[in-house]
């Protein structure tokens, strides 16, 4: 079992930015792929960005390719997501995710959630 907890969110400002941080307890977490999803009202979860654990690959939307950076520190067992050029439309509840596969395959591999924290971009 993976217990996560995501932090960092909060109100920011259209082009502003923000630090996501998930802090996973439990088993090994270098041998899990993280991921980063979304929800917004109305809308379906959305796949944001994925860090697999063999080689790091890392994964993007294209909606956010070039303003959101994914990153992990197994020493600290966290993994964190840096949102740049904040939008509107990026308003939604972040959720943590871990998958036992190596690398990002899709939503349904995904085994493990947190309970998200809420984004807010003002325009």
């Known amino acids: 079992q993976v217990q996560l907890v995501e932090s960092g969110g909060g109100l920011v400002q259209a082009g502003g930015s923000l630090r996501l941080s998930c802090v996973a307890t439990?088993?090994?977490?270098?041998?899990?792929?993280m991921g980063w999803f979304r929800q917004s009202p109305g809308k379906e979860r959305e796949f944001v960005a994925a860090?697999?654990?063999?080689?790091?690959?890392?994964y993007y939307a294209d909606s956010v390719k070039g303003r959101f950076t994914i990153s992990r520190d197994n020493s600290k067992n966290t993994v964190y997501l840096r949102m740049n050029s904040l939008k509107p439309e990026d308003t939604a509840v972040y959720y943590c995710?871990?998958?036992?596969?190596?690398?990002?395959?899709?939503?349904?591999?995904?085994?493990?959630w947190g309970q998200g924290t809420q984004v807010t971009v003002s325009s």
């Open positions: 439990g088993r090994t977490f270098s041998r899990y792929t």
């Open positions: 860090i697999g654990w063999i080689g790091g690959s890392t």
């Open positions: 995710a871990a998958s036992e596969r190596p690398w990002h395959i899709g939503f349904m591999e995904y085994s493990y």
